[in-house]
């Protein structure tokens, strides 16, 4: 059955794209409008995190990186959806590797378990216009590593020494605050900035695990897919042979990647 949903996918593929040369689908996206790769496309929502990890450079210590950055960017609609908290874009973390556990075809630090004030390393409220967002448009999130924005609850044991060396692993992103109605985003360029050598800034590659890493509460409502930009307007609804193998297929793929 696996082998028959691929092959069928193929075919519609080929189809469609058939079809669009000749002018009778829907256009492609022009080249210039898609994400460079590592562009990751995630929806979170109900208070979730995206979990991006952090390996050091050899020598390097914690003391010697001052904040952490990410590009978004967020279409129309779910710039309307209600944030968490109505504004928390918070950073969570650092946590560790032994910390997650599986959650369906997820890995999550569950926010039930005393992992969720405890870790909000900065607690500012930004809401899509504080934060200067543009609809369509990439905008950038700059995160306060030092504790100073911490929640009044982290715990100051959680926060690293100046002379750890890591991993660390840090829960990032736009939450939604309700559930069923998660907030879809892009995110690239999540980095940790040295202080001093630019040249020694780790760009995130995502969680490092196998399978989509949240902190999160369980069961786990977001999704992890790596894949085109959001388009401008939303495209002409496929013919339903179409959409069914479209379906088929995200199941297939969808949890790989990370």
Not at 61 to 66: A, G
Not at 78 to 91: E, K, S, W
């Amino acid at each position: 059955m696996k082998m028959t949903k691929w092959f069928v996918a193929a075919v519609v593929t080929a189809a469609v794209i058939a079809l669009t040369g000749c002018g009778t689908g829907p256009a492609a996206a022009a080249p210039e409008d898609l994400p460079p790769p590592g562009t990751e496309r995630i929806s979170l929502e109900n208070g979730a995190y995206a979990i991006f990890r952090f390996d050091l450079p050899p020598g390097a210590v914690w003391s010697d990186f001052n904040r952490i950055t990410a590009e978004y960017r967020v279409d129309d609609a779910n710039m309307r959806r209600r944030q968490r908290n109505d504004g928390n874009v918070r950073l969570m973390g650092p946590y560790v590797v032994e910390m997650f556990e599986p959650s369906g075809r997820n890995m999550i630090v569950n926010l039930n378990d005393n992992f969720n004030a405890p870790f909000i390393l900065d607690d500012r409220s930004r809401t899509f216009a504080s934060m200067g967002a543009v609809a369509g448009e990439w905008f950038t999130v700059t995160y306060d590593i030092s504790g100073a924005a911490a929640h009044a609850q982290f715990a100051a044991r959680n926060f690293p020494a100046p002379d750890a060396t890591g991993p660390f692993l840090f829960g990032l992103g736009i939450p939604a605050h309700d559930e069923f109605r998660g907030i879809t985003q892009y995110i690239r360029n999540v980095t940790l900035h040295h202080a001093t050598n630019p040249a020694l800034s780790v760009v995130s590659t995502g969680s490092g695990f196998d399978y989509p890493a949240f902190a999160s509460f369980s069961p786990v409502l977001s999704t992890w897919v790596s894949g085109p930009p959001l388009a401008a307007a939303a495209p002409e609804a496929p013919a339903l042979e179409e959409a069914v193998v479209e379906e088929a297929a995200y199941e297939e793929v969808a949890y790989y990647y990370y």
